[in-house]
């Protein structure tokens, strides 16, 4: 199977959502963010797809974008152009490993990061010093089976917020 690599913004207490958004703007994350994941498989859940496409209009650009959903009669819609991106459709966890990829990059939610964080080969995390109110969280995890690599806090220059770039490396599985 695919490593499976975790991708996620965490505010203080794990917060990465309130009413199905990113509780801050933060470009440099975004800019980050499409960095890693351009020409990359996106794992999501129903939520987190449907809320890409209300805000964009579309899927993800030049991804290959897969959603993870119980509802087997859900099928994704849009309007507009959808540049380089592909949609498939899962009603199982383990439909994971018949994707053909290097790595499968987990974007969200928090049910989706929840499932799949047993699997986990690594984690991509900007921790971003803000406490805000959010009703979506990053689940908890043992820092013990993980190796850590942090960069420097930054300021963003747009947003005020610092944040700094997480690397997060299983070293223990389970």
Request: glycine residues 8%; neutral net charge.
């Amino acid at each position: 199977m695919a490593a499976l690599i975790l991708l996620a913004a965490i505010g203080h207490r794990r917060v990465i959502g309130r009413d199905n958004q990113l509780p801050w703007h933060l470009p440099e994350d975004l800019k980050h963010f499409k960095a890693l994941t351009t020409g990359q498989v996106v794992v999501m859940g129903r939520k987190t797809f449907e809320s890409i496409c209300d805000r964009l209009g579309r899927p993800l650009p030049h991804r290959h974008s897969v959603v993870l959903t119980r509802d087997h009669q859900w099928r994704p819609t849009w309007s507009g152009e959808a540049q380089g991106s592909e949609v498939s459709v899962i009603h199982r966890l383990e439909a994971l490993a018949s994707i053909n990829a290097p790595s499968l990059y987990v974007i969200g939610g928090a049910e989706i990061y929840g499932l799949t964080l047993p699997q986990a080969a690594a984690m991509e995390i900007t921790e971003v010093d803000l406490d805000v109110a959010g009703d979506a969280f990053f689940p908890e995890f043992d820092p013990d089976q993980w190796q850590m690599t942090a960069g420097p806090w930054q300021r963003s220059e747009s947003a005020g917020h610092r944040y700094r770039f997480v690397r997060y490396s299983k070293t223990i599985q389970t």
